[in-house]
Structure formats: structure tokens, C-alpha cells
């Protein structure tokens, strides 16, 4: 099992930027595809951003790509995701997601077998 721990969120104007991180123990980090996700109130959780084990294969969802950058440090056993150009509509809580069984996850929620306890973006206009 691995257990995750967001970190990063808070409050930012629009055009503004923020780093959110995802602490992961338990069992070794780089055995685990990862991913962010979103919800907003009132809304279903969205796929955001994937990355593979090893970091080499990425993935975007339309809404975020170029703004958005994911990546991973498998020696400090930390996904991130770099946010830029925050919009109002990006303000939700963010969740990171590990999948044990496959090298790189995507963007189907169900894929993801562990999930962080979330952190809250809001941008303001």
C-alpha cells in the first residue's frame, strides 16, 4: 500500500501560479503510475495530469495543457504539478492518485487504486 499527502494548495488571483506536491510511503514510489484529479463543488472528479513510472510517458487533459506541468522525483518519493496561468474555472480541490498495476495510468479514475485526502485551489478573478 502507499499513502499520499497533498500539500500546496491555497488561494491565488487569476494568472497567478502554484505548486502542488504529493507525498508518498509505504511502498516504493516509483512502482506507481500517478495522477492528479480535480473536483469541483457540485461537480465530478476530473483527470488532470498522468505520469508514468519512470516519468516518461505525461499526459494532459485539454483544459490544463501548456498551463500545467506534472513531473515526479522517484528518489523523494513526490509527484508534482506546476500551475500556471490559473483561471477561476481551475479552482477546486486537487487529488493525487497512485495506480500499482499499470505503468502509467491516464485518465480514467478507476484506474487509480490509492488516493490522497485532497487540497483546495481557489482562484479568484
Known amino acids: 500500500q502507499v499513502q499520499l499527502v497533498e500539500s500546496g494548495g491555497g488561494l491565488v488571483q487569476a494568472g497567478g501560479s502554484l505548486r502542488l506536491s504529493c507525498a508518498a510511503s509505504g511502498r516504493t514510489f516509483s512502482s506507481y503510475a500517478m495522477g492528479w484529479f480535480r473536483q469541483a463543488p457540485g461537480k465530478e472528479r476530473d483527470f488532470v495530469a498522468a505520469i508514468s513510472r519512470s516519468g516518461g510517458r505525461i499526459g494532459y487533459a485539454d483544459s490544463v495543457k501548456g498551463r500545467f506541468t506534472i513531473s515526479r522525483d522517484n528518489a523523494k518519493n513526490t509527484v508534482y504539478v506546476q500551475m500556471n496561468s490559473l483561471k477561476p474555472e481551475d479552482t477546486a480541490v486537487y487529488y493525487c492518485?497512485?495506480?500499482?498495476?499499470?505503468?502509467?495510468?491516464?485518465?480514467?479514475?478507476?484506474?487509480?487504486?490509492?488516493w490522497g485526502q485532497g487540497t483546495q485551489v481557489t482562484v479568484s478573478s
Open positions: 492518485a497512485a495506480d500499482e498495476f499499470r505503468s502509467y495510468g491516464g485518465s480514467w479514475s478507476a484506474n487509480y487504486d490509492y
